[in-house]
């Protein structure tokens, strides 16, 4: 076998297919009833394990066609130069293919958890060029060893350049590939967040055309419009500019809560609008019963929640603390950025949790739209406070 021939064929030896699986996580809790809301159910939602699947099998279907067609090649091309022994150049490409396939996995096995970071092109390739060194000192010796003991076994010797020239020669060989193919996989893992972009959005949109349409028929018809609309009446007796202004704020609530309902996001600005308003309206119902204090930061202004969720946490309170005390109720809202976390959180100093410790179909929602919007990364949590009151604290990933 002539020397340079040897140093081409084994120029085509290693390349490494990015495999991948995609997950994703959603809260799916069934059929949800409750007289705050009403729902059939949440969106059904693909099988995480049947994607992983099929992706691990396609992967490996990829992979093993990648080195098939390598050693066809190196099958010819061994052919054309006269050679007979045609476990050689089988032996070159699958030792290649074995040595690649485990300092793959190995890389992928560690770095998981960088996969996050694909949203900044410049970390993750800065993560994975720290597994650059495991490939110019662990590949060539390995598929070197595994050459030279096979022909030693066959009684014969594995010829090949010097060290010094072969490991630079495969050092650089192995880098070119490693951009290839980090490049690709980059490509991959983008168009992975893509779509689980699109299916949050997608269930997000579903699942908020549903709360606005059974916020507008079945709680701001008959409970909150007809309350509103019972005081207007009332004040029309005794103070006919406050009834004008409050019914000027219930139009305002409605037009609100129609615009935010158009799509999935909105920004906190508009949201605080919308809870403004309601506010405003259910005070002039519930006079000298409570007090409202807004502690917000004006940097979160412009981050985005989920369109119409924190006019439903004030409503919980409205509904289950002040409408059930005969005691005055301070309630108060703060929404303020928390490093990469925005928070938001409605208090009251009277209200309690339910024992049973199962959320109302409110909260059930709104986690859900959480988690179809943002994974893992966001959650409501209830939390009791003492002597006595509840928090409703919303975290979620601070995006403008």
Not at 146 to 151: A, D, E, F, P, T
Not at 316 to 321: D, E, G, S
């Amino acid at each position: 076998m002539a020397h340079c021939r040897t140093m081409s064929l084994q120029g085509r030896q290693w390349s490494p297919i990015l495999t991948f699986t995609t997950t994703f996580h959603f809260d799916n809790r069934g059929p949800m009833h409750d007289d705050r809301f009403f729902s059939d159910g949440t969106p059904s939602v693909p099988s995480s394990p049947q994607r992983a699947n099929r992706s691990l099998v396609a992967a490996g279907i990829a992979w093993v066609l990648f080195w098939s067609l390598m050693v066809l090649v190196a099958l010819e091309d061994y052919r054309r130069d006269g050679g007979a022994a045609l476990w050689q150049p089988v032996l070159w490409e699958t030792s290649s293919a074995v040595v690649a396939t485990i300092l793959f996995l190995v890389q992928r096995r560690s770095s998981s958890g960088d996969d996050a970071l694909v949203a900044t092109p410049r970390r993750w390739f800065g993560r994975q060029l720290r597994w650059l060194p495991l490939y110019w000192f662990g590949f060539t010796p390995i598929v070197f060893a595994i050459r030279h003991g096979v022909y030693a076994l066959a009684g014969m010797r594995y010829e090949h350049q010097p060290w010094p020239e072969v490991f630079v020669y495969e050092a650089l060989k192995i880098s070119v590939f490693f951009g290839l193919f980090m490049t690709i996989g980059f490509g991959l893992l983008s168009y992975r967040e893509m779509m689980k972009e699109r299916v949050r959005a997608e269930q997000a949109g579903a699942l908020l055309r549903e709360a606005q349409l059974e916020r507008l028929t079945r709680q701001m018809r008959p409970h909150f419009l007809f309350n509103a609309l019972n005081t207007i009446s009332s004040m029309m007796h005794t103070d006919v500019a406050r009834a004008d202004a409050t019914l000027v704020r219930l139009a305002d609530v409605l037009r609100a809560t129609l615009a935010l309902g158009e799509r999935p996001q909105a920004r906190l600005r508009d949201e605080l609008r919308l809870a403004q308003g309601y506010a405003a309206v259910m005070a002039e119902r519930f006079e000298g019963r409570m007090t409202l204090a807004w502690d917000v930061d004006p940097a979160a202004l412009d981050v985005m929640l989920p369109a119409i969720s924190l006019q439903p946490l004030l409503e919980n309170v409205f509904k289950h603390t002040v409408g059930r005390r005969r005691d005055a109720t301070a309630i108060r809202v703060v929404a303020a950025i928390d490093g990469d976390t925005v928070v938001v959180r409605v208090e009251d100093d009277g209200g309690v949790l339910d024992e049973s410790g199962t959320p109302g179909i409110t909260v059930a929602n709104l986690r859900t739209r959480l988690a179809a919007l943002h994974g893992e990364n966001a959650g409501l949590a209830l939390i009791a406070l003492a002597p006595a009151g509840v928090r409703a604290e919303m975290r979620l990933p601070c995006t403008c």
